[in-house]
Structure formats: C-alpha cells, structure tokens
C-alpha cells in the first residue's frame, strides 16, 4: 500500500484547486446568463403559465394544449412569444388535437420575462433551443397581430 506524504497531498489540493477553477473560467457569461434567464424563467412559468398548462407541461386534458411535447411549440416559436404577452382566441390544434379555450395572454410582462420563459420552456422536456435573448423577443413583439 502506497503512503501520501503530506506534501503529495498538498500538491494534489493544490492541482485539483487549479483545474476546477479553469473549468468554471471557462464557462462563459453566456452560460451563466443562460443559467439566470433559465431559473427565473422556471418561476415566472409556475406563476403566470403552470395554472393552466401545469407545472410538468401537460395541459389540461382538451382544454390547454400540453408543452411538454407539443408540435405547435415545436413550430411556431415567434407565435408562442406573441401568446404569452398577448394571449389568443379561437381554435389552436397541438398534437393533433383541437384546443378552443382563449388563452389569456400577461400583457404585464417584459420582454426580458418572455425571453427568461421562452428560455425556460425551450430548454426543459427535452427540448434544447439554448437561450432566448431579450433582443430577439422584442422584434418578435414588435411584429405580433393583437
């Protein structure tokens, strides 16, 4: 059996101590904003969505479409952004089934808190868009019909 000096010990700390600090030097801002916009989007979801949609993404039987797994979602990314501060009426068919129950929009949330749930839901049950950025949901507000 081999014995550790102490000084073996030490230089070990000392290495480890270098690496992990390398390794979290290079996770970028990038990663970090993702993470940011990631947890807030999680919370603002469970206030504002997860009433109606669940917490889980499943829906509500056939009155709010699941986002979990949902090809709406999956397709029409600029209109699910216009949905959240805008809502909407009339028929919406997700997953080959119809959903006719208006969904409310938040007309109170900022661009930023559509971008940190947009990150949310896009990077949760499977899916992995990456980060949604402020900017992009402000041109995508821009342009919805309301």
Same mark, same amino acid.
């Given at each position: 059996?081999?014995?550790?000096?102490?000084?073996?010990?030490? /230089?070990? @700390?000392?290495?480890?101590? @270098?690496?992990?600090?390398?390794?979290?030097?290079?996770?970028?801002?990038?990663? =970090?904003?993702?993470?940011? +916009? +990631?947890?807030?989007? *999680?919370?603002? +979801? !469970?206030?504002?969505? /997860?009433?109606?949609?669940?917490?889980?993404?499943? %829906?509500?039987?056939?009155?709010?479409?699941?986002?979990?797994?949902?090809?709406?979602?999956?397709?029409?990314?600029?209109?699910?952004?216009?949905?959240?501060?805008? %809502?909407?009426?009339? *028929?919406?068919?997700? #997953? %080959?089934?119809?959903? #006719?129950?208006?969904?409310?929009?938040?007309?109170?949330?900022?661009?930023?808190?559509?971008?940190?749930?947009? =990150?949310? !839901?896009? #990077? =949760?049950? %499977?899916?992995?868009?990456?980060?949604?950025?402020?900017?992009?949901? /402000?041109?995508?507000? @821009?342009?919805?019909?309301?």
């Amino acid at each position: 059996m081999y014995k550790f000096s102490k000084e073996d010990i030490a /230089s070990k @700390a000392v290495l480890a101590v @270098a690496i992990m600090t390398a390794l979290l030097n290079s996770c970028s801002t990038r990663d =970090t904003k993702f993470q940011q +916009y +990631y947890v807030q989007g *999680e919370q603002l +979801y !469970i206030k504002n969505c /997860s009433n109606c949609h669940q917490k889980n993404g499943t %829906g509500l039987g056939l009155v709010y479409p699941p986002l979990h797994t949902s090809d709406f979602m999956d397709s029409h990314f600029k209109e699910v952004v216009c949905l959240m501060k805008y %809502g909407r009426e009339g *028929e919406l068919m997700v #997953n %080959g089934k119809s959903f #006719n129950k208006a969904m409310k929009g938040v007309p109170s949330l900022t661009d930023l808190e559509i971008a940190e749930i947009a =990150t949310y !839901i896009y #990077n =949760t049950w %499977g899916r992995e868009k990456g980060m949604v950025e402020t900017a992009r949901v /402000s041109e995508i507000i @821009a342009t919805c019909e309301h």
